[in-house]
């Protein structure tokens, strides 16, 4: 089974700073890697496949990078309503997801 | 509205059995891979298993094989998630979710999630 590890696993930030989250595959996945965003309470919203295809509506401070077994999500300028936890998730092979990473206020 | 719409809370006893749905609407339910996810309290989302509701095709997570039966009712466009035995561990909230995919080659991705159902396991 391909591992996803995702570090930090929390992250205190202020609005406005900019924020990167690393994702790394145990293996080499090509870009079948995707971002979701998941808020209290609520069921996962996808942000970002391919590892760097914004969904629509989706705002453009989110941004995603990489392939093969490195990958980043950024936000360029935290927003209030960006506080959430963030999940990778690779599809090369089954679709395991990432432990997460909890993105708190500072 | 396209939407899935998975029923509701569920309070069982360890040894129980229990069947939770997912029903998609809005779309054609036949033609999309349906997903099932697991959350435990605090922690962070599991994928369990996927069906193909034209033919019930399925595939399980080694974690999950054996544990759970992922099966699905095209004619009312609903899958299913099963029990046997529940154990307390099985406490969690379930995700359902469509995967999809608008660029072909492989980018699969899950699209549409339902609101979740919560099982609660105690005695």
């Known amino acids: 089974d391909i591992q996803m590890t995702q570090s930090p696993s929390s992250l205190s930030a202020s609005v406005g700073d900019r924020v990167t989250i690393t994702c790394r595959a145990s293996?080499?996945?090509?870009?079948?890697l995707n971002w979701y965003q998941q808020k209290p309470a609520k069921a996962p919203n996808l942000l970002i496949s391919a590892a760097s295809t914004l969904q629509s509506g989706v705002p453009s401070r989110f941004s995603g990078s990489g392939s093969g077994t490195d990958f980043t999500l950024t936000i360029s300028s935290l927003q209030p309503e960006d506080f959430a936890t963030y999940y990778c998730q690779q599809t090369y092979s089954t679709y395991t997801f990432g432990q997460g990473t909890k993105l708190e206020i500072k | 509205e396209v939407q899935l719409v998975q029923s509701g809370a569920e309070v069982k006893k360890p040894g129980e059995s229990l069947k939770i749905s997912c029903k998609g609407s809005g779309y054609s339910f036949t033609n999309y891979w349906i997903a099932w996810v697991r959350q435990m309290p605090g922690k962070g989302l599991e994928w369990m298993g996927i069906i193909y509701p034209g033919d019930s095709d399925t595939r399980y997570s080694p974690s999950f094989q054996g544990q759970v039966t992922i099966s699905a009712d095209k004619s009312i466009s609903t899958a299913y998630l099963q029990w046997s035995s529940l154990k307390a561990s099985d406490t969690a909230m379930y995700y359902c979710a469509r995967r999809y995919s608008d660029s072909g080659a492989g980018y699969w991705y899950f699209d549409l999630w339902g609101r979740g159902t919560l099982v609660t396991v105690s005695s």
């Open positions: 293996q080499s996945i090509s870009t079948y």
